[in-house]
Nanobody, 128 residues
Framework: QVQLVESGGGLVQAGGSLRLSCVVS????????MGWFRQAPGKEREFVAA????????YYADSAKGRFTILRDNAKNMVYLQMNSLKPEDTAVYYC?????????????????????WGQGTQVTVSS
């Protein structure tokens, strides 16, 4: 059973920073690509960032490029999302997700169906 638990969300002013963390249970964490998604009220869940199982490759949504950084520590079963220069439109519930099939697919997943395991989410609110 793979479980993901996010933390680090909160209320921040525009221009501020937050660092989200996600701890993943299970001994196969280092074989999963990991991703962050977000969902604002009334909107579909959207891709934010992803990182290859080895950490050697990352991919970002256009909205995240230059402001967000995804990192992982395979020794600690952790993945992080460093968010800088936050904007009110970044307000959403942020979800951590694991893709167990990325190695077979040969590419990082960027859509919801690519991911097999999900956390419960952490709320990020950016005030103007």
């Amino acid at each position: 059973q793979v479980q993901l638990v996010e933390s680090g969300g909160g209320l921040v002013q525009a221009g501020g920073s937050l660092r989200l963390s996600c701890v993943v249970s299970g001994r196969t964490f280092s074989t999963y690509a990991m991703g962050w998604f977000r969902q604002a009220p009334g909107k579909e869940r959207e891709f934010v960032a992803a990182i290859w199982w080895s950490g050697s490759s990352t991919y970002y949504a256009d909205s995240a490029k230059g402001r967000f950084t995804i990192l992982r520590d395979n020794a600690k079963n952790m993945v992080y999302l460093q968010m800088n220069s936050l904007k009110p439109e970044d307000t959403a519930v942020y979800y951590c997700a694991a893709d167990r099939d990325s190695w077979r697919r040969g590419r990082i997943g960027t859509s919801v169906p690519d991911y097999n395991y999900w956390g419960q989410g952490t709320q990020v609110t950016v005030s103007s």
